[in-house]
């Protein structure tokens, strides 16, 4: 089987001509060509192990036989820039028309695919945007980009070829153009530009790279695309605002959670072709686009958006701060829902190899998929679960880098009240494990002369509190068991250790412990607070109290006498918790 690829030095044809090498593997049959302007710029991984013509595609006719000798064409080259002007507009044409003749007397070509734009469609200007475009949407291109891309597939259409053409929507992922869409958002929340911080409703259709190019590859082989035209996206549409948040949520910050006025939404939404094109898409559906047309031939994405953008910040991330190849192990205990899962995103982000443990198996499950991490199911309340993390670790002869000891639960209500059983659960786990876990690793530590402990306590170490009394005092065994462990490394300055004592935070922990939340009550977002944990571990600090309210409740828990605390805490339970 022979395959033609134009454009393999590009974001896209590079993916797809991986993608296709992996295919091919025990398949000899499988020969690819690529035709690129500079050799020097295909990925060397590539460039070994295809045919490389050098050329202008323009020019395509000087390698008519090995063109016309091919049973898949991918046709992806395009000139893409914006100040291109006729210039780039003339050259997309030229080149697909040269390409297309050429192929009209190919005797072995089964499927021609074009990769063309959602901008070769785009939106007519009496167009509210209401719903999404469709295959038979009028074409009203708005930049020389997208009317190119609309003549060439006018032009291949009017050919004989066996063509299917792909519309791909905003396509992201590692090695995407910096200067484009998510990559230039996630920049913007990470320096924290002020746009960032508005939840923008305009609405846009997305799609991963490697959905993408599972969706050419499918195409190209599915009957019922034959001469066909599809919009590729993953069928999930995300607002601006979504994608700021989305990108917030992997590096710790805050953003798109400023709500526009609807007033002014409205406004500019009437004004919409007024608009330049990227305002238009802050506050209406532009690029909102229906994948309804490729699912039916039987093409189905895998990749949904917060996935695929964290595994996008991963790779922006190494650009800068190359991951080694002989990664430690962070650990993360409770790492399927709050703070844990938090910190298991964030550190992803960073590079981090993962080993995430937690008993709730299908989130555990779900999160370990999308963080290419270990998942180990386990129930800290018995302590063989514990022997089994270490002797894990044994077994696969791993290094441990980080152990995170995030796993907590509580109950509420009078001692007496609750039975043994859920008392000593709470101290299994709490105390324990936690116990257990930090002995093993700071053993490890010293042979590796380096590593991170980190030990999750709460606000609640800080005073008896009745009606949570076991809860309390195993928070505050904690707090003051890693203090100590903190003084033991101190000869080891290759080890750190760290006591986090976090403020009310929005896990599903009042719920599971039936603490009510009060009316006025403002939890702290679990991000936020893994973004706090990570900065304190970097910057080697020993204990660090997270939340205006558990520094204040510090403060108190100095000042006030031990009665006057049972006494304050005892009526705040009782009438508020």
């Known amino acids: 089987m022979r395959i033609f690829i134009t454009g393999a030095t590009g974001f896209i044809g590079a993916q797809l001509t991986r993608y296709l090498l992996a295919e091919s593997q025990g398949n000899a049959a499988l020969d690819i060509t690529c035709l690129v302007r500079d050799a020097r710029r295909l990925d060397a991984t590539i460039r070994s192990r295809v045919t490389v013509l050098t050329g202008d595609l323009r020019e395509v006719t000087c390698y008519a036989k090995a063109v016309q000798d091919c049973d898949y064409v991918f046709h992806i080259a395009a000139n893409a820039s914006v100040t291109g002007g006729l210039r780039a507009y003339r050259e997309n044409i030229d080149s697909t028309r ?8 190919a005797p072995h070509l089964k499927r021609f695919v074009f990769t063309s734009s959602i901008g070769a469609i785009d939106r007519q200007t009496t167009d509210d945007c209401s719903q999404p475009l469709i295959e038979t949407s009028p074409s009203n291109p708005v930049t020389l980009y997208g009317k190119s891309k609309w003549d060439c597939e006018r032009l291949i259409t009017e050919s004989a070829l066996p063509y299917t053409i792909v519309r791909p929507t905003w396509v992201y992922g590692p090695n995407m153009r910096l200067n484009s869409h998510v990559a230039v958002f996630a920049q913007m929340v990470k320096r924290g ?6 939840n923008f409703p305009g609405q846009v259709s997305v799609i991963y790279i490697d959905d993408l190019i599972e969706c050419l590859w499918h195409v190209a082989r599915a009957p019922g695309a034959h001469r066909q035209a599809f919009f590729a996206s993953d069928g999930n549409p995300v607002t601006l605002g979504q994608i700021f948040r989305m990108l917030g949520q992997g590096f710790g910050q805050t953003a798109g959670t400023i709500a526009l006025p609807e007033v002014i939404v409205n406004h500019l939404r009437q004004l919409r072709p007024q608009l330049p094109l990227t305002a238009q898409n802050l506050f209406s559906h532009v690029l909102w686009a229906d994948n309804t047309k490729l699912m039916t031939t039987g093409f189905i994405p895998t990749v949904d958006f917060q996935t695929g953008v964290l595994r996008t910040l991963r790779w922006m991330t190494t650009l800068s701060k190359p991951i080694a190849t002989t990664n430690p192990v962070t650990v993360i ?18 590079g981090h190899a993962l080993c995430l443990v937690d008993k709730n198996q299908v989130e555990l499950n779900v999160l370990a998929k999308t963080l290419d991490a270990h998942a ?18 044994e077994k696969n002869a791993l290094t441990l880098g980080w152990l995170i000891n995030n796993a907590g639960i509580g109950a509420r209500g009078p001692s007496d009240s609750l039975s043994f059983e859920q008392q000593q659960r709470i101290v299994e786990v709490n105390c324990l494990a936690v116990t257990y876990l930090s002995r093993w690793a700071i053993s490890q530590f010293r042979k590796q002369k380096h590593g991170v402990l980190i030990n999750v306590a709460s606000s609640a170490a800080f005073q008896p509190l009745p009606f949570m009394a076991v809860y309390a005092a195993s928070k505050a065994y904690v707090r003051h068991f890693t203090h100590s462990l903190a003084g033991e490394v101190q000869d080891a300055p290759g080890i750190s250790v760290l006591s986090v004592s976090p403020s009310g935070t929005a896990t599903r922990f009042q719920v599971m412990a039936g603490v009510r939340q009060t009316a006025n009550e403002q939890l702290l977002d679990p991000a936020w607070v893994a973004r706090k944990i990570i900065t304190a571990a970097c910057q080697r600090h020993a204990d660090v109290i997270i939340g205006r309210l ?18 304050l805490w005892r009526r705040l339970m009782e009438k508020h918790r």
């Not at 040269?98 to 007397?105: D, M, R, S, V, Y």
Request: glycine residues 6%; proline residues 4%; aromatic residues 10%.
């Open 98 to 105: 040269a390409l297309f003749e050429t192929l009209q007397n």
């Open 333 to 350: 205990t409770g790492a399927a829902s709050g703070i844990g899962k938090a910190l298991a995103q964030q550190l992803y982000v960073e």
């Open 193 to 198: 530009h002020p746009l960032s911080y508005v």
């Open 376 to 393: 180990l199911c386990l129930d800290l309340a018995q302590p063989s679960a514990w022997e089994a993390l270490s002797s894990w670790f």
């Open 550 to 567: 558990g520094q204040l409740m510090s403060i108190v828990s100095r000042l006030l006498p031990s009665h006057w605390q049972i006494l």
